[in-house]
Structure formats: structure tokens, C-alpha cells
């Protein structure tokens, strides 16, 4: 499997992964600042989300990975790691 494969892949995932967690989860809202948060935030954070503004928010944090540097980076690291495993 080519590098750009796996990476493309991981990518892929670790995009999936974050916007299930954000999107379903209190973990990236718990220690952030109430006026920082924005009103979907606000909802999961009280649980007050009902579940189409949780798959909206899915998607929304879905097409957001692709400009998060985190996300590249973490697929970067996936990547350099199946890259050392297969050699």
C-alpha cells in the first residue's frame, strides 16, 4: 500500500474520530470557558443537543477536520508509523 494511500486513509479516519467526539461527546468542552463556547458547544456541554443538531454538528466538525492542523499532523504520525512497520 503507497504512503499517500495510508495517509489518505488515516486521515479519513482520524477526521471521523474527531467529529464523532466532538459532535457526541463533552470531552473537547469540558474545560473551555462558557463564553468561549458556541451555542451547539453550549448544548452538548448541558446536554441539551437534540440529535439533529448533534448531526449537524457531525458534519460540520467533519468539513472543519480539513482545516484543522491537528488532524494533518496525527494522520502525518499514523502514516510515519505504518511507513516504520512495514519497512
Known amino acids: 500500500m ?3 494511500t495510508v495517509f489518505f486513509i488515516s486521515f ?3 477526521g471521523l474520530i474527531y467529529a464523532i467526539i466532538a459532535a457526541f461527546t463533552k470531552i473537547f468542552y469540558k474545560n473551555k470557558s462558557i463564553a468561549d463556547l458556541s451555542l ?3 448544548k ?3 446536554d441539551e443537543a437534540t440529535v439533529g443538531g448533534r448531526l449537524a454538528g ?3 466538525n467533519l468539513f472543519s477536520s480539513i482545516i484543522a492542523p491537528p488532524i494533518y499532523i496525527l ?3 499514523i502514516t510515519f508509523i505504518f511507513w516504520i512497520l512495514a519497512d
Do not use: N, R
Request: glycine fraction near 12%.
Open 75 to 77: 494522520a502525518g504520525i
Open 2 to 4: 503507497s504512503t499517500v
Open 58 to 60: 457531525f458534519v460540520v
Open 44 to 46: 452538548v456541554l448541558d
Open 40 to 42: 451547539f458547544e453550549l
Open 12 to 14: 479519513v479516519g482520524v
